[in-house]
């Protein structure tokens, strides 16, 4: 499987931005698909991920500010992030993994699949 983010830049606190990640190799409706981000110096975040039912669990710290949806038609996951903060910024990355579990916790280690991610920088 491939994963390619896109969509990163920079933006300004209470800004929104929205990152996609297109996915070949495996078709995501039967994939736990997710996000996880990494800020310099600190260990990587699980964000938010979208099992195969489309349940969908968040990170406390994004929860009413990032909404995870997928285009199963395009193969496509989208991240969309309102209201930005500075501690918002990182790198983000596009997860999946095929077990159905990986999506009960944003655990880094449940997923098998990551995309080279792409930087999202958010000014104060």
């Known amino acids: 499987g491939h994963l390619v983010e896109s969509g990163g830049g920079s933006a300004q606190a209470g800004g929104s931005l929205r990152l996609s990640c297109v996915v070949s190799?495996?078709?995501?409706?039967?994939?736990?698909m997710g996000w996880f981000r990494q800020a310099p110096g600190k260990d990587d975040e699980g964000v938010t991920v979208?099992?195969?039912?489309?349940?969908?669990k968040y990170a406390d710290s994004v929860k009413g500010r990032f909404t995870i949806s997928k285009d199963n038609a395009r193969n496509t996951l989208y991240l969309e992030m309102n209201n930005l903060k500075a501690e918002d910024s990182g790198r983000y990355y596009c997860?999946?993994?095929?077990?159905?579990?990986?999506?009960?916790?944003?655990?880094?280690?449940?997923?098998?699949?990551w995309g080279k991610g792409t930087q999202v920088t958010v000014s104060s």
């Open positions: 997860v999946a993994d095929p077990w159905a579990g990986a999506c009960l916790l944003l655990h880094r280690g449940n997923f098998g699949l």
């Open positions: 979208v099992g195969r039912d489309g349940r969908v």
């Open positions: 190799g495996f078709t995501i409706s039967t994939y736990c």
